[in-house]
């Protein structure tokens, strides 16, 4: 999930989202930190976050991942804010086959081939998507540049979130507005 609340504002702090007062106590948040997830956890007895949620800044395109607690009934969360402006966002994507948390920052689904980073990653390239209770991943062909996997047909809807392992040099995910408003 990345919460496009007002995704302009330089200081998004996770704690201040609806994403986070929503979440029942118990909820995990998870933040990608260059190489390991950094865990936060909503405190059963006041509702306080801890962890690395606890001041995280959250970026346009930056991906995090939920979990409610065990047992629990699925929970319905609203994302409010404002609807980006920006024509486009640019999101850092990490080199060496290092792993980059993205996300889908527009209020529309786009389909994953069409997007700049599935075509401007370079070949052998993965992507890894969430389906049904696994990572799903796909791989850009070393011989034919083609998407497999996973990537064949994803559709990313709003705010969805994913991994990128990037075979070669940094680059940057230049994610063009796919809409006209507003």
């Known amino acids: 999930v990345h919460s496009p609340e007002s995704m ?3 200081n998004l702090i996770f704690t201040n989202t609806s994403i986070a007062s929503e979440l029942p106590r118990g909820s995990k948040a998870y933040f990608w930190e260059t ?4 865990p936060s956890t909503k405190n059963t007895k006041n509702g306080l976050w ?3 949620g606890v001041g ?4 346009p395109g930056e991906a995090f991942f939920i979990q409610t607690p065990s047992g629990s009934n699925a929970v319905q969360v609203t994302i409010a804010g404002e609807v980006p402006d920006l024509s486009t966002m640019d999101v850092p994507i990490a080199a060496s ?5 993205a996300g889908n920052p527009y209020p529309v689904s786009v389909i994953f081939t ?3 980073i599935a075509s ?3 070949r052998t390239s993965k992507v890894y998507f969430w389906e049904t209770n696994q990572w799903s991943p796909s791989t850009k062909g070393s011989k034919n540049g083609l998407w497999d996997g996973s990537g064949v047909g994803k559709i990313l809807e709003p705010g969805e979130g994913f991994f990128v392992q990037n075979a070669s040099n940094t680059l940057t995910w230049t994610v063009e507005k796919a809409y006209t408003w507003p």
């Open 8 to 10: 302009d504002s330089v």
């Open 50 to 52: 801890d962890g690395s």
């Open 120 to 122: 401007n990653l370079p």
């Open 97 to 101: 086959n290092n792993l980059t948390a």
């Open 35 to 38: 190489n390991k997830w950094g």
């Open 56 to 59: 995280k800044v959250l970026q």
């Open 114 to 116: 069409n997007t700049a």
